[in-house]
Structures are given as C-alpha cells and as structure tokens.
C-alpha cells in the first residue's frame, strides 16, 4: 500500500511539473493537446467517472490532530490556525467577484478596488472567479497586472445546474483544469498564479471536482458554503481527512483528496436571520436604496467574524449587483474605507489566505510584512479576435493576448483551433 501511494505522488509530481514547464509560453501553440493533458488511460472522453488512479479514492477518515499539521494539512474546525488568540489574528477579508470579465465590468472594478490600500500599506486583493464565455482576456491580464487574483470558474458555465451536481471527471478536466491552460494562454498570465476553483452554481459534483485539483495541481476550492459554522466561523481545511462541514448543495466531497483545500464560503445572515452564501444572494435585506441600511448590514455581518474568531470574511457578489444598485455600492464603498482603516483587518487575494492559514504568524508580524509582488505580463495591442464561431452557432468576439483562435474556444478544444 505504502509503495502504491509513494508511486502516485512521484507520477503525480513529476505530470504536474510536465504540465508546468510546457505552459507559461505567450506564443503561439504548436502543440496544442500536449499541455493540458496529464499523462492517463483516463482522458477518453466522457466515459471516465474516476480519477487518474480510482483505487486511491478511499473514503477519508475523521480528522486526527496528530496525523494532519500545518502547513500540508489541517483538520476542519473553527480553531484558528497555529492556537493563535483573535487578537493576534489577521482578519482577512476576501472581496470576490464571478463570471465573464468585460469591457463593463471592468470599469467597476477599476473604480471600486484600483489604489486602494490595506493600512499596512499594501494595495488590497481582490479574487475574480472567471467563466471563458465572452471573457475579454486583454481586461482579465490587466486585472491580473494590477495585482488582483485570477481564479477558475469553468470555461461554459452551463445549465443546467444539475449538469455541475453529476458532472464526470471527464467534463470537469475540460471545464477546469482546461480552463487554466485556456486563461493563463490568452491572458498571458502565468500558469502558476491560477490556483483557485468556484464551480458554476457553488453546485458542487462530489469527490470530482476536487480530484482533478489534486491532478493537476489546483490548490484550493472556494464554492462549498456553510451555515453550521458561521458563529465562529469555519477556518480553511484540507480534505486529507472527513470534513465536518455541512453539505449544502450536495454532492459534497467525502473521500480523502490530498493536497486540496477547502476555503469555506462562511454564510452571511440576512435581516430574516436566513444564511446567504452570497451577498448578492440573501432574501431579506435592506431596502436596495438604503446605503445606510446596507453599510450597517454589511458590518454586522463583519463583525461575527472580526468581534469572533476572525475566520476569514468573504464578501462575495456579482458585478452587476452593486452597478444595478449605486446605494448597496456607497455602502460597499464605506466598508472598505472601514477595512482600510483598521490596523489588523486586510482585503487579499484568496490565495493569500490560505498562504497565511499554512503559516500562520501573529498580526504584528504580518504588518510588518513587506507587501506581495507578481511578476508582471504584457499584453500587446490587437484588435478582438472575431468573429469566432462558437459550438452553438453563435459568433462571439474575443479580446486577446495572443494569437488569435481560429473558432471561439470552448470544452474540449479550450485553444479554439
Ligand atoms: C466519494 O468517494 C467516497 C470514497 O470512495 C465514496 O464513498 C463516495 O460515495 C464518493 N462520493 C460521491 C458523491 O460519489
Ligand atoms: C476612516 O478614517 C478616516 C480618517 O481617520 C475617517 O475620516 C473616516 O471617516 C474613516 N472611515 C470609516 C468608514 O470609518
Ligand atoms: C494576488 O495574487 C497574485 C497571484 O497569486 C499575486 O501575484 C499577487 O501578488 C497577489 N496580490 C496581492 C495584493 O496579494
Ligand atoms: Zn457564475
């Protein structure tokens, strides 16, 4: 058994740092399949329900302490990270914004988050989970250049809902890992800073999704919500071993998936005292004229988590929400300028978090941090690529980084050759 597992882990090591070293070419592709396909029996397509090596998929146990440490594992719990007290805790606060990044969204973006800082100095994080379809990628390499984190969200993003619930290994390859070979090519971002996943929906497909992470060395999930665990809040995890959070929108992981992370969406409560995922998403809110209804809103639901046990605070919506809404905007505004100016509270990237959870430092020592930098990516002008003709007919235009495509890009062929 233990020489099995050893087997995997060097064939696994050595797939990714195939994948990794043939990616992060702005050129034009030569070799289009090479690059996202890890070496496997498994990729013919749509008959594989299971993992590159299914033998493995062992049904996870409940979490021991003494087995699972930092900075590889953690066991799900609302214990923060290295026995910290709240006090000497960072209260992180991950803004994320989903689906197609365009030429208008883009402009709210700019507004909301560029020159804004942190008050230890550092400009804030902010994460974009980003659906392929109608993308521009010229604005998605800006974003990425302005310090702001590109994460996946599938390159289809299709319905029904139920298609992401029952979605096979297969279909989750071409959505996802796919779509980080897709993004990190048209963008011109590097391969490696695309770490993250939110499925389509939050829907959830099981053990799935969070096997071809673990293939193709995708670090953390951020779609799994939690209504149990909201007071305190539930801390990031991995899935070395059986999670204890509640099963919202089933199918939830329950296999033992190494090298995973959990980043749990903590639920807002709404004025009904139902639980939102989102902040786009709760029933009873504030009237949506009401800025000063929604900034005390917004700031109840903070301070369960920064008056707790500082488990990370997401502030997860959808563009058009806030530009649809310019009062809920003001008071999204008004509670970044208060993030700004607390001195133990940061608005950050994902990825960041859960940097922070696998070596947790006290807050001083964090401020006294010098700020993250990325190596910046050009992106040479070009006009949008088009018209491209997509799978269903459709022509779409397509702003790039690159060559361009000879058919819109989609599921199984992410290049559009
Ligand atoms: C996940 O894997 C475990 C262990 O093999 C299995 O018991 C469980 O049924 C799987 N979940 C789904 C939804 O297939
Ligand atoms: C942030 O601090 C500035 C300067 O002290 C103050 O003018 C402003 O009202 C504060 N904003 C919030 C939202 O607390
Ligand atoms: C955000 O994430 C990117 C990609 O991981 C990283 O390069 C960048 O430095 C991060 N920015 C901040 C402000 O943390
Ligand atoms: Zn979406």
């Given at each position: 058994m233990r020489s099995v597992v050893l087997v995997f882990v060097v064939v696994l090591g050595l797939a990714i740092t195939i994948v990794q070293a043939q990616v992060p070419t702005p050129e034009p592709l030569q070799t289009p399949s090479t690059s996202t396909q890890v070496p496997s029996e498994t990729t013919t397509e749509g008959t594989t329900t299971t993992g590159l090596y299914p033998d493995e998929l062992k049904l996870a146990e409940e979490c021991d302490e003494e087995l699972c440490k930092l900075p590889n594992c953690r066991c799900s719990s609302t214990d923060i990270?290295?026995?910290?007290?709240?006090?000497?805790?960072?209260?992180?606060?991950?803004?994320?914004?989903?689906?197609?990044?365009?030429?208008?969204?883009?402009?709210?973006?700019?507004?909301?988050?560029?020159?804004?800082?942190?008050?230890?100095?550092?400009?804030?994080?902010?994460?974009?989970?980003?659906s392929h379809e109608y993308t521009n990628y010229r604005l998605v390499n800006e974003l990425y250049n302005q310090g702001y984190e590109i994460a996946l969200h599938s390159i289809s993003h299709r319905t029904p809902q139920d298609y992401w619930a029952t979605a096979t290994y297969n279909d989750i390859k071409q959505e996802i890992a796919d779509q980080r070979v897709q993004i990190s090519h048209f963008a011109n971002i590097p391969f490696e800073s695309v770490k993250g996943v939110r499925l389509p929906f939050l829907q959830l497909s099981g053990n799935v999704s969070f096997q071809v992470m673990a293939d193709y060395g995708l670090e953390y999930d951020c779609s799994w919500p939690t209504s149990s665990y909201t007071d305190p809040g539930l801390w990031p995890y991995s899935l070395d071993y059986a999670s204890v959070q509640d099963c919202m929108i089933p199918p939830c992981p329950t296999a033992s998936i190494p090298k995973t992370w959990v980043l749990p969406m903590v639920s807002w409560i709404d004025l009904g005292g139902f639980p939102c995922a989102m902040a786009d998403s709760c029933h009873f809110t504030p009237d949506l004229e009401d800025e000063e209804g929604w900034y005390k809103f917004i700031v109840s639901n903070f301070e369960r988590h920064y008056l707790g046990n500082r488990a990370p605070f997401g502030f997860y919506i959808h563009e058009w929400y806030l530009s649809s809404n310019p009062a809920v905007q003001a008071a999204f505004v008004r509670f970044m300028d208060l993030v700004s100016n607390l001195s133990d509270a940061f608005m950050v990237n994902s990825s960041e978090v859960l940097d922070w959870v696998k070596n947790p430092i006290p807050v001083n020592e964090y401020k006294a941090k010098s700020c993250r930098t990325w190596s910046s990516t050009s992106c040479a002008f070009q006009p949008d690529c088009g018209p491209l003709v997509g799978p269903n007919g459709m022509s779409y235009w397509m702003g790039a980084c690159n060559v361009c495509p000879t058919v819109y890009p989609w599921t199984g062929n992410p290049f559009g050759q």
């Open positions: 990270p290295g026995g910290l007290l709240p006090r000497d805790t960072p209260q992180f606060v991950t803004i994320t914004f989903d689906d197609a990044v365009n030429v208008i969204n883009t402009v709210t973006y700019r507004n909301l988050l560029n020159g804004r800082k942190n008050s230890n100095g550092c400009p804030v994080g902010a994460t974009f989970y980003v």
